[in-house]
């Protein structure tokens, strides 16, 4: 089976790195930000779209976050959010990504005993993005941040039940907050597991680093992922493009099979 392998790209820096992409064949999953989505010329986008679809070269997408929060109690928040997805699922109908990734906003420091009502008001606004999916032909992963365990987001995808509605795996972000191991996270979710975001860390912050550069046990991440989402898309999340070719390299040595 043939491994999907992309890359982090912030949307304002796509077209100055076009050259590096299409020489170094490089999926990129392009993360669109509030302040990007609100400068964004359709027209713009629709000719780095035709370039990078023209070269063969696949794109998933990384919705907005910041602030934002799809099952916020407070209305106007979740109005604020609904628009930024709204918005970012525009660009998704230019681009057509594979996988859209989206975060979910839950904290239990945050919520408490009020994760019902963040789950009611979660699945109302992903039936939304799901409706859009389906004409966009994508698939939505919901990705761990804060989860310390995978019930909530277990909870939100049995209770959506939708096959278009999946999770993004952030080995790193379970390294930071996780206090469950891997074989039981995977265990609870490792079927809905769509896409999953690379990088390494020492459990002390969100570093970013490539594989092998942290303390996380990446032969065992690999051999669940075998084992649990043979067909889940694989993103690097480097930031700076030298830690992004590096982290490529690594992570495709250690893919038996790699599409470009």
């Known amino acids: 089976m043939a491994m999907r392998v992309f890359a982090h790209v912030p949307y304002h820096l796509l077209e100055q790195n076009l050259d590096l992409i299409l020489s170094r064949r490089i999926n990129p999953e392009i993360h669109f930000t509030g302040e990007s ?10 000719a780095v779209a035709g370039v990078l679809s023209a070269n063969g070269i696949r794109t998933t997408i990384h919705a907005p976050f910041i602030d934002l929060n799809p099952g916020s109690v407070e ?32 904290d239990r420091w945050r919520y408490g005993d009020s994760q019902e009502k963040w789950l009611k008001h979660s699945i109302d606004s992903w039936q939304m993005v799901i409706e859009r999916a389906e004409s966009i032909d994508c698939t939505i992963a919901v990705e761990n941040i804060f989860e310390e365990d995978p019930s909530t987001l277990r909870s939100l995808l049995e ?11 952030d080995v790193g972000h379970w390294n930071l907050f996780g ?40 032969d065992l991440f690999f051999s669940l992922m075998d084992r649990h989402a043979p067909t889940a898309a694989f993103t690097i999340e480097a930031h700076c493009q030298k830690d992004v070719l590096t982290a490529l390299e690594r992570l495709k040595s250690r893919l038996p099979h790699t599409e470009a």
């Open 75 to 106: 209305t106007l928040v979740r109005e604020a959010t609904r628009h930024r997805f709204k918005q970012v699922l525009d660009a998704a109908d230019i681009l057509k990504p594979e996988v859209m990734v989206f975060h979910p906003g839950y």
């Open 159 to 169: 209770a959506v039940d939708s096959p278009r509605l999946r999770h993004c795996f």
């Open 179 to 218: 206090t469950t191991s891997l074989e039981e996270w995977f265990g609870e979710l490792g079927a809905f597991i769509a896409e999953t975001h690379v990088h390494d860390n020492f459990g002390k912050k969100d570093d970013h680093l490539p594989i092998g550069d942290g303390i996380i046990d990446f």
């Open 37 to 46: 989505l609100d400068n964004l010329l359709p027209e713009q986008l629709t």
